[in-house]
């Protein structure tokens, strides 16, 4: 039973719920059915797939991630960058509006799931860390602007097209000529409106005296009034017969059960995006998910999000709807309406369900405009330009992979700029690893401690050479270890002993491990011995089981200062052998 708990969390917050918690769930349940909405349209619509099928995914997704995730606040659906790198993908296997477009979408749910629910069995949730969080905002901003530019023809009213930057400007500018003035006038005004609601609603009701909670909820609620104003007006003054793009008619119904199609060669064109979107999916979730835990000091088990993930994206496919995650918005919304549970979650798929039963005739004259306006307003907070600064300020290799990844999103298309996100970021880890910060260290005058010689005044002995290995020593940075000690180590020098000292060092693979035989030979050859100091237990344990111990010129010392006290000019034997202090390694 215990077993099955960790793989089914409701059954852990399940067993305490309370009718507190079931009053709580249900208000948040409540504003965030009418947040997602509208959402749930626009990001269909992002995704190129007809408007049921963003609510579609926002039902079975919920529930499902209700039973198996382990967030209490985190809300799960679609979401702007899983819905362009969406469109994307199955852009390129499938024209949009088709069925074949619909069971595109489907099939990437169903890889996307599989993956990411193998990925939480098998506990490779460290995957993700291969994304930097440089390279994450990189590409989130340009996914941002390429999700921005990409509704502007709904804003304008005419067709378009493109995957990348340029080919959607192209587009814009060869189509201009056909903008619809009324549609132009709704979406800007909605844009307007919803930008003004983002930034001057909330302080307004705060002055009219409404509590802060009540003043940040309404605020949110925003999109609401703008697709009810904008839809009264298109039904009013029949628009949708003067050019203007409407939603249309909506399935009044619940998801449907559908099957993806598994064709070989659809399956080998989609694999490669699915696996995108999972690894993108799951970054932005878990940021999300740990964000909000932490301030209710809750635990996010990384691997069980996989499979609540997984699991959800599964659900997806077989009703209808297509890849989802956890989205920023909403999940803080469900926070702050002041859900305890995934319960919220679940009692928001029952309200979406009805909504999708009994309320999508409502959104039959909704403006293709007011939901592009609801899409620019929400991605445009995700832009932060400012990170090509700060990166620049900080660190150069940092970015030249933030503006990298930046570039080719804009330039050659999401699934491009993502996938080199994830080389540079591992490039990065392999380049900065490779040159191994290595200090020469000295003692600090009436103390134990040992600092850089470039940075402090300190304590040496021309007989001693004391470098601070500050990394773990693998096949990639060790011989650059091996040649620092060879050029710091000349013939006729003064040096007879050599100290690694090992405080910084969690790990040596089998290559660094034949590097340090190799380097203590040449030592030894020229007269010098090789030592070793604070070695940490792991390390110890690895070491203990080979021939280098017993063939070490030097000891192992457990502080540098017993090594500085033994090997100093008065107090040490050069050719010693043996480890000090090797009971109390650790």
Same mark, same amino acid.
């Given at each position: 039973?215990t077993?099955l708990?960790?793989?089914?969390?409701?059954?852990?917050?399940?067993?305490?719920?309370?009718?507190?918690?079931?009053?709580?769930?249900?208000?948040?349940?409540?504003?965030?059915?009418?947040?997602?909405?509208?959402?749930?349209?626009?990001?269909?619509?992002?995704?190129?797939?007809?408007?049921?099928?963003?609510?579609?995914?926002?039902?079975?997704?919920?529930?499902?991630?209700?039973?198996?995730?382990?967030?209490?606040?985190?809300?799960?659906?679609p979401?702007?960058?899983?819905?362009?790198?969406?469109?994307?993908?199955?852009?390129?296997?499938?024209?949009?509006?088709?069925?074949?477009?619909?069971?595109?979408?489907?099939?990437?749910?169903?890889?996307?799931?599989g993956?990411?629910?193998?990925?939480g069995?098998?506990?490779?949730?460290?995957?993700a860390?291969?994304?930097?969080?440089?390279?994450?905002?990189?590409?989130?901003?340009?996914?941002?602007?390429?999700?921005?530019v990409?509704?502007?023809?709904?804003?304008l009213?005419?067709p378009? /097209?493109?995957?990348? *930057?340029?080919?959607? &400007?192209? %587009?814009? +500018? #060869?189509?201009?000529?056909?903008?619809? $003035?009324? @549609? =132009?006038i709704?979406?800007?005004?909605?844009?307007?409106?919803?930008?003004?609601?983002?930034?001057?609603?909330?302080?307004?009701l705060?002055?009219? /005296?409404?509590?802060? *909670?009540?003043?940040? &909820?309404? %605020?949110? +609620? #925003?999109?609401?009034?703008?697709?009810? $104003?904008? @839809? =009264?007006?298109?039904?009013g003054?029949?628009?949708?017969?003067?050019?203007?793009?409407?939603v249309?008619?909506?399935?009044?119904?619940?998801?449907?059960?559908?099957?993806?199609?598994?064709?070989?060669?659809?399956?080998? +064109?989609?694999?490669g995006?699915?696996?995108?979107?999972?690894?993108?999916?799951?970054?932005?979730?878990?940021?999300?998910a740990?964000?909000?835990?932490?301030?209710?000091?809750?635990?996010?088990?990384?691997?069980?999000?996989?499979?609540?993930l997984?699991?959800?994206?599964?659900?997806? +496919?077989?009703?209808?709807g297509?890849?989802?995650?956890?989205?920023?918005?909403?999940?803080?919304?469900?926070?702050?309406?002041?859900?305890?549970?995934?319960?919220?979650?679940?009692?928001?798929?029952?309200?979406?369900?009805?909504a999708?039963?009994?309320?999508?005739?409502?959104?039959?004259?909704l403006?293709n405009?007011?939901?592009?306006?609801?899409i620019?307003?929400?991605?445009?907070?995700?832009?932060?330009?400012?990170?090509l600064?700060?990166?620049?300020?900080y660190?150069?290799?940092?970015?030249?992979?933030?503006?990298?990844?930046?570039?080719?999103?804009?330039?050659a298309?999401?699934?491009?700029?993502?996938?080199?996100g994830?080389a540079?970021?591992?490039?990065?880890?392999?380049?900065?690893t490779?040159?191994p910060?290595?200090?020469?260290?000295?003692l600090?005058?009436?103390?134990?401690h040992?600092?850089?010689?470039h940075?402090?005044?300190?304590?040496?002995d021309?007989?001693?050479?004391?470098?601070?290995?500050?990394?773990?020593?693998?096949?990639?940075?060790?011989?650059f270890?091996?040649?620092?000690?060879?050029?710091r180590?000349?013939?006729?020098c003064?040096?007879?002993?050599?100290?690694?000292m090992?405080?910084?060092?969690?790990?040596?693979?089998?290559?660094?491990?034949?590097?340090?035989?190799?380097?203590?030979?040449?030592?030894?050859?020229?007269?010098?011995?090789?030592?070793?100091?604070?070695?940490?237990?792991?390390?110890?344990?690895?070491?203990?089981?080979?021939?280098?111990?017993?063939?070490?010129?030097?000891?192992?010392?457990?502080?540098?200062?017993?090594?500085?006290?033994?090997?100093?000019?008065?107090?040490?034997?050069?050719g010693?052998?043996?480890?000090?202090?090797?009971?109390?390694l650790?």
């Amino acid at each position: 039973m215990t077993g099955l708990r960790r793989y089914v969390p409701i059954l852990n917050w399940g067993r305490a719920y309370t009718r507190q918690a079931f009053a709580n769930d249900m208000i948040a349940a409540v504003i965030v059915t009418i947040m997602l909405i509208p959402q749930s349209l626009a990001y269909a619509l992002l995704a190129g797939l007809p408007p049921e099928a963003g609510i579609y995914a926002s039902i079975m997704p919920i529930l499902l991630y209700a039973i198996f995730g382990t967030s209490r606040t985190l809300a799960v659906g679609p979401v702007a960058v899983v819905s362009l790198l969406t469109a994307s993908a199955i852009g390129q296997v499938a024209d949009q509006g088709t069925a074949g477009y619909a069971a595109a979408a489907l099939t990437l749910a169903f890889l996307s799931g599989g993956i990411l629910l193998l990925m939480g069995v098998f506990r490779l949730g460290f995957l993700a860390n291969f994304l930097s969080h440089p390279v994450i905002a990189g590409f989130i901003t340009a996914s941002g602007i390429l999700i921005a530019v990409s509704q502007l023809r709904h804003i304008l009213g005419i067709p378009g /097209g493109g995957h990348t *930057l340029p080919e959607m &400007l192209a %587009s814009l +500018a #060869g189509n201009l000529g056909q903008a619809n $003035a009324l @549609t =132009l006038i709704i979406g800007v005004s909605a844009t307007a409106f919803l930008f003004w609601v983002r930034k001057n609603l909330k302080p307004a009701l705060l002055r009219l /005296g409404l509590p802060p *909670l009540t003043a940040d &909820l309404l %605020s949110r +609620a #925003g999109p609401v009034a703008a697709v009810a $104003a904008t @839809t =009264l007006a298109v039904w009013g003054m029949s628009l949708d017969e003067r050019g203007v793009a409407i939603v249309g008619t909506v399935p009044q119904s619940l998801p449907p059960l559908t099957m993806p199609d598994f064709a070989p060669d659809l399956v080998a +064109a989609l694999i490669g995006p699915a696996a995108l979107i999972s690894i993108i999916g799951f970054v932005e979730s878990m940021s999300v998910a740990q964000t909000l835990a932490a301030k209710r000091r809750q635990r996010i088990d990384p691997d069980q999000e996989l499979i609540g993930l997984g699991a959800a994206n599964l659900g997806a +496919a077989f009703t209808g709807g297509y890849p989802v995650t956890g989205g920023f918005a909403r999940s803080v919304v469900n926070y702050d309406a002041g859900a305890e549970t995934p319960a919220a979650g679940a009692f928001t798929a029952m309200g979406l369900a009805i909504a999708a039963v009994a309320l999508t005739p409502l959104v039959h004259d909704l403006p293709n405009a007011t939901l592009a306006a609801t899409i620019i307003v929400a991605v445009l907070s995700l832009v932060d330009l400012s990170i090509l600064q700060k990166t620049w300020r900080y660190s150069r290799a940092d970015f030249v992979a933030v503006a990298a990844t930046i570039l080719l999103t804009l330039g050659a298309g999401v699934e491009i700029g993502v996938a080199a996100g994830v080389a540079l970021s591992v490039l990065l880890h392999l380049f900065k690893t490779s040159r191994p910060h290595v200090a020469e260290v000295g003692l600090v005058p009436g103390t134990q401690h040992f600092r850089n010689i470039h940075r402090h005044d300190v304590e040496t002995d021309p007989a001693i050479l004391t470098l601070r290995v500050d990394e773990s020593l693998y096949f990639v940075n060790v011989r650059f270890l091996q040649d620092l000690i060879q050029a710091r180590v000349t013939s006729g020098c003064a040096i007879r002993h050599v100290v690694l000292m090992f405080s910084a060092v969690n790990a040596v693979d089998y290559s660094a491990l034949e590097s340090l035989e190799a380097i203590d030979q040449r030592l030894r050859d020229m007269g010098v011995s090789l030592h070793l100091s604070e070695v940490k237990g792991p390390v110890m344990d690895r070491l203990r089981g080979t021939h280098f111990l017993d063939r070490l010129s030097g000891r192992v010392f457990l502080s540098q200062y017993d090594a500085w006290r033994h090997l100093s000019a008065d107090g040490a034997t050069a050719g010693d052998h043996g480890v000090a202090g090797a009971a109390g390694l650790a």
